[in-house]
């Protein structure tokens, strides 16, 4: 496998989207068809939720298996350069969704967090607990 320089690592992370992912845009265009509406990536909220049904007190997180820690102890390995960095900028993320998860559901919230290999593969699965969810907090 070539190796990268660092500016075009730079580069590469830099291009990372915070908001509007592709996981993100799927699973709110099926909630949408199944007529729910939402708001995106509300800042007002602890966290900042991708999608909130800020009535029913509903939020939803969209995680990228890299930057939120999917199989950690597994993956923290394979990190080649810069390992010191990256172990505890991605163990960081992890325990501030963790600290996110907690305060909002102190503030009486449901809590909805899906990977984005689950989005991927199982879109209607996901929209499906989430309307359950919406529904239920009727």
Same mark, same amino acid.
């Given at each position: 496998m070539e190796r990268r320089t660092p500016e075009q690592i730079k580069k590469n992370m830099k291009a990372v989207k915070n908001?509007?992912?592709?996981?993100e845009v799927m699973l709110m265009k099926e909630l949408w068809s199944r007529g729910l509406r939402y708001?995106?990536?509300v800042t007002s909220i602890c966290g900042k939720p991708d999608i909130v049904f800020k009535g029913k007190k509903v939020a939803v997180f969209c995680d990228s298996e890299f930057w939120h820690g999917y199989n950690w102890e597994e993956r923290? %390995?394979?990190?080649?350069?810069?390992?010191?960095f990256w172990i505890q900028k991605i163990e960081r993320n992890i325990e501030r969704d963790k600290e996110v998860n907690a305060e909002l559901r102190a503030e009486g919230w449901i809590v909805l967090?899906?990977?984005?290999?689950?989005?991927?593969? %199982?879109?209607?699965?996901?929209?499906?607990?989430?309307?359950?969810?919406?529904k239920g907090n009727e």
């Open positions: 908001k509007g992912s592709k996981i708001r995106k990536n923290k %390995h394979d990190f080649k350069s810069n390992q010191e967090r899906f990977w984005g290999n689950d989005i991927k593969k %199982h879109l209607a699965e996901c929209a499906d607990k989430i309307e359950q969810a919406v």
